[in-house]
């Protein structure tokens, strides 16, 4: 094993290697072609491939394990975006989706057999110790290699024909996340190809899936865990199972164990003892405040928020980590741009040779790589403006464009925003994003601290996110006006150099499939147009109210996670679709101002004093007006779906609602429930003064169908 590392800043980045010399330790022999420009490392067990600036490729190291790309070259000359290896190949993407393998031919090195599903059009590509699975355009999946490994999909060939989004490995198996939530795994069954035990949990709601050598572990949007593949491996979580039966935002896995990361930063860990499954030494310091977490196959270490570093696992191979323990202590990840190394000398652990060269500069490649549907998606901007005011920095790349090439893969459906974080780990929709984003980043947090207020937040945010996104979908898609602007505009976010062909295309395909999608999602037709309509006029009538008495967000002076939810919402309401932006610049000048403020909002100053828990006649207006609505819509739509019933009809305000029934929302109910039982008495009891005489009443009654009383309101 060997390590690389790339130092400096875009064009100027060199590389620094060092380990076992003919793992790729030893890049002497290319060393005047890694001097600069490189803007990406990928290793596999004894070679190494980095992709320049110019979209050449250079490789060292072993030559059957791919070291040697000299039968290849010509292809690797310019336009490669991505490498990516298996245990002993190399799998490069190019500008056009064209993959180029090279290594060893039974492990993928050798694509010829698929080589024309290869030629264009894939967007990821994915290696374990055997084979390879490549993601197209189209959401279909390419395989090859060891058919044992999953070179061989056959199997399962009519669930990967479409609407897959991200692939994930052990070392002999894949899993597959397809655009449902659901997963479909191929490859050894020991090592999680089969996943038939936990099938019926694996159906929908997955929105995360990791591997390591010999099982999988899923994440669905419940924060729930589900494990399998070798039990001692991990497969089997039984033993932790209700501290991951909720709230887990990541897991990682090494070579046979999982750490999981739960919202509070504490660490859950399972599978084999040795390697990392038993983190019991270390536990007083995983209980809080960890944000990351990486593992080699026989340990694990865990950066937590103020810097520090914990380790545990083989000691031998860097679960011990005394030697350097001054030096992570505090400023990781890379504060100064200095590397420390321990572990096993010959792997890596023993830096000394090339010091000098990791004392400073090493880039840091971090950034947050937001991979969004395009500006005119409300919750792809909300999580952009987070990013701005939290000044967070990241990559901006509209999925299916011209830039959407290379990236590492994406968590969820495609429609909604994802953020791809420094440890590769994706997270889709905007509030467990968010969430994620306050795990890790301690500054210009946007959940408030006082937990009633926090509640109130939650509960705003959700009504932004449900039932705000009505009126956007409704006047978008419900008067000519505003769908002969959605369908000459979108397109234009992906790109505004297409040939004229394909726009035109594309504005047809835009317009018959959101006109379908408003009246099947939203719920827009004839009988519920009054209502939405109305329910809009009365939201911007009260914000309008709430900054005209002096208050600059929905919490005082600081803004919320649901100011930013609004602010979605509103960029396409307020600010782009003509009837609205009509509407609200006439009635709600105010709201209109809110929006264009909240677009950046990177040099406004705050403090905690800024979030104001006083509940003002015009907040509590807001509230009034949230629940007017929404509560009882939610209330019946989760009877619904408890009923099996693929409609809502629902009187909201003495008026008849009828729309389809949404799971999602569902679930959405469920966890305010849950987070609302969970307060305190003291937050409690604040909660229900703010709430009293909202209409929220009836969304905290006590549910005969759960366990949980939700009837202290």
């Given at each position: 094993m060997a390590m690389a590392r790339s130092r400096g800043r875009a064009a100027t980045e060199d590389v620094v290697t060092w380990g076992l010399a003919d793992a790729g330790g030893d890049s002497s022999a290319v060393a005047p072609l890694l001097a600069e420009g490189v803007v990406q490392v990928c290793g596999n067990e004894g070679a190494f491939a980095a992709t320049k600036a110019n979209g050449s490729v250079v490789t060292w190291g072993r030559a059957p394990s791919g070291g040697d790309s000299s039968a290849v070259a010509p292809l690797l000359a310019e336009d490669v975006v991505q490498v990516c290896g298996s245990h002993r190949a190399l799998a490069a993407i190019k500008a056009n989706g064209r993959v180029v393998t090279w290594g060893d031919a039974d492990a993928g090195g050798d694509s010829s057999a698929v080589a024309p599903l290869l030629a264009n059009s894939v967007v990821q590509v994915c290696g374990n110790d055997g084979a390879f699975a490549a993601i197209k355009g189209n959401g279909s999946v390419v395989t090859w290699g060891r058919a044992a490994y999953g070179g061989d999909s056959s199997a399962v060939a009519p669930f990967l024909a479409e609407g897959v989004v991200q692939v994930r490995r052990s070392s002999g198996a894949f899993a597959a996340i397809k655009v449902s939530g659901s997963v479909v795994t191929w490859g050894y069954a020991s090592r999680g190809g089969d996943s038939s035990a936990v099938a019926p949990l694996?159906?929908?709601?997955?929105?995360?899936?990791?591997?390591?050598?010999?099982?999988?572990?899923?994440?669905?949007?419940?924060?729930?865990?589900?494990?399998?593949?070798?039990?001692?491996?991990?497969?089997?979580?039984?033993?932790?199972?209700?501290?991951?039966?909720?709230?887990?935002?990541?897991?990682?896995?090494?070579?046979?164990?999982?750490?999981?990361?739960?919202?509070?930063?504490?660490?859950?860990?399972?599978?084999?003892?040795?390697?990392?499954?038993?983190?019991?030494?270390?536990?007083?310091?995983?209980?809080?405040?960890?944000i990351q977490v990486c593992g080699n196959p026989y340990a694990f270490a865990a950066i937590k928020a103020n810097g520090s570093v914990v380790t545990w696992g083989y000691a031998l191979y860097g679960g011990n980590s005394s030697a350097v323990a001054p030096l992570l202590a505090e400023g990781v990840v890379q504060a100064n741009g200095s590397v420390v190394t321990w572990g096993l000398a010959e792997r890596g652990g023993d830096s000394s040779a090339v010091a000098p060269l990791l004392a400073e500069g090493i880039a840091d490649w971090s950034h947050k790589v937001q991979n969004n549907v395009l500006a005119g998606s409300p919750y792809s901007r909300k999580v952009l403006s987070v990013l701005r005011f939290r000044r967070i920095p990241y990559r901006w790349i509209t999925r299916g464009s011209l830039d959407d090439k290379g990236l590492q893969d994406a968590a969820?459906?495609?429609?909604?925003?994802?953020?791809?974080?420094?440890?590769?780990?994706?997270?889709?929709?905007?509030?467990?994003?968010?969430?994620?984003?306050?795990?890790?980043?301690?500054?210009?947090?946007?959940?408030?601290?006082?937990?009633?207020?926090?509640?109130?937040?939650?509960?705003?945010?959700?009504?932004?996110?449900?039932?705000?996104?009505?009126?956007?979908?409704?006047?978008?898609?419900?008067?000519?006006?505003?769908?002969?602007?959605?369908?000459?505009?979108?397109?234009?976010?992906?790109?505004?150099?297409?040939?004229?062909?394909?726009?035109r295309g594309f504005e047809k395909l835009v317009i018959e499939r959101q006109t379908q999608r408003v009246v099947a999602v939203t719920g827009s037709n004839e009988i519920t147009a009054p209502v939405i309509e109305e329910s809009y006029k009365c939201l911007i009538s009260v914000l309008n109210d709430h900054f005209s008495s002096g208050t600059r967000f929905l919490f005082g002076d600081r803004p919320s996670s649901a100011d930013f939810a609004l602010f979605g919402q509103l960029t396409q309401l307020a600010l782009f679709d003509p009837t609205p932006s009509d509407l609200t610049e006439e009635r709600a000048?105010?709201?209109?101002?809110?929006?264009?403020?909240?677009?950046?909002?990177?040099?406004?100053?705050?403090?905690?004093?800024?979030?104001?828990?006083?509940?003002?006649s015009t907040l509590k207006a807001i509230l009034a007006e949230a629940g007017r609505f929404y509560a009882p819509w939610m209330v019946a739509n989760a009877a619904a779906v408890a009923q099996g019933a693929k409609e809502v009809r629902a009187t909201l305000e003495g008026k008849l609602f009828v729309a389809s029934s949404f799971p999602y929302q569902a679930k959405c109910l469920r966890w305010l429930r849950e987070e609302y039982a969970a307060l305190s008495a003291e937050a409690c009891a604040y909660v229900d003064e703010a709430l009293d005489g909202t209409g929220f009443r009836v969304m905290f009654e006590k549910d005969p169908s759960s366990a949980v009383d939700h009837s202290r309101l």
């Open positions: 694996l159906t929908e709601g997955v929105v995360q899936v990791c591997g390591n050598q010999r099982a999988f572990a899923a994440i669905k949007a419940n924060g729930s865990v589900v494990s399998w593949g070798d039990a001692d491996a991990g497969g089997d979580s039984s033993a932790v199972a209700g501290l991951l039966a909720e709230g887990v935002v990541l897991v990682c896995g090494n070579g046979d164990a999982f750490a999981a990361i739960r919202a509070n930063g504490r660490v859950v860990t399972w599978g084999n003892a040795d390697n990392g499954g038993d983190s019991s030494g270390v536990a007083p310091l995983l209980v809080e405040g960890v969820g459906p495609p429609l909604l925003p994802n953020v791809i974080f420094d440890d590769g780990e994706s997270v889709a929709d905007s509030t467990p994003i968010i969430k994620r984003l306050e795990l890790q980043f301690p500054d210009r947090k946007v959940h408030p601290s006082h937990a009633g207020l926090a509640f109130l937040n939650s509960l705003l945010e959700d009504y932004a996110d449900e039932w705000h996104t009505k009126h956007m979908f409704h006047y978008r898609w419900w008067f000519k006006p505003d769908i002969i602007k959605g369908g000459r505009m979108l397109p234009m976010f992906y790109s505004h150099s297409m040939p004229d062909a394909q726009y000048p105010r709201v209109v101002g809110y929006t264009m403020f909240m677009e950046d909002m990177s040099g406004m100053d705050v403090t905690d004093v800024g979030w104001d828990i006083r509940i003002s």
